[in-house]
């Protein structure tokens, strides 16, 4: 996110999984909210021409668009920013305290996954405690990611969100 923007607190993160949903969980979006867009199962034309029309529809709500890419690609698409593992992300993510402690640079970081989730059935969790433990060593804010909707983010009781399926129904 440019600096000069507020940090959003609810985000909608895309995937080969949400695609055919995603206009609708846009339109379901607060104002204000931010939406990630990944998409790494297209090929480079499809992926931009799917990106145009989805952050489109994200502007005229007032979302922020943030690009799953190099801060380079982020910019030439017009993105808000970038999203990733790279030294010069918008939004980090991270599964560990070491990976936390590596997004100092970013605007915010992704810290998952709290809760079990469908694209990692059975897959560990951190749940709330040790999400709330390694969160406060976060040197940015951390936006709680990993089986989370309205329901667990109001159980969680952490004020930023993002989630995958949340938004799709």
């Known amino acids: 996110m440019p600096r000069k923007k507020p940090l959003p607190h609810i985000w909608l993160l895309s995937d080969a999984r949400n695609d055919a ?10 104002r204000g909210s931010g939406f990630v867009f990944r998409h ?6 499809a992926r931009r021409a799917r990106f145009d029309r989805l952050a489109r529809l994200a502007r005229a ?3 922020a668009v943030v690009l799953a890419g190099s801060a ?3 910019r030439r698409w017009g993105a808000d920013g970038s999203y990733g593992a ?6 980090a993510t991270a599964h560990s305290l070491r990976e936390l402690r590596r997004a100092s640079r970013a605007a915010a970081v ?3 996954p709290v809760f079990p989730t469908r694209s990692h ?5 951190l749940g ?5 433990l390694l969160a406060a060593w976060a040197p940015v804010p951390v936006i709680a990611l990993g089986g989370l909707n309205t329901r667990t983010a109001r159980g969680l009781r952490w004020p930023r969100w993002a989630g995958i399926d949340a938004f799709l129904r």
């Open 61 to 63: 709500r007032g979302i």
């Open 110 to 112: 992704l810290l998952s």
């Open 121 to 125: 059935p059975g897959g560990k969790v």
């Open 40 to 45: 790494y199962h297209l090929q480079e034309g």
């Open 72 to 74: 380079a690609q982020a």
């Open 21 to 30: 949903a995603l206009e609708r969980a846009i339109k379901r979006l607060p």
């Open 86 to 91: 790279h030294r010069n992300a918008t939004l």
């Open 128 to 132: 709330p405690l040790r999400f709330r």
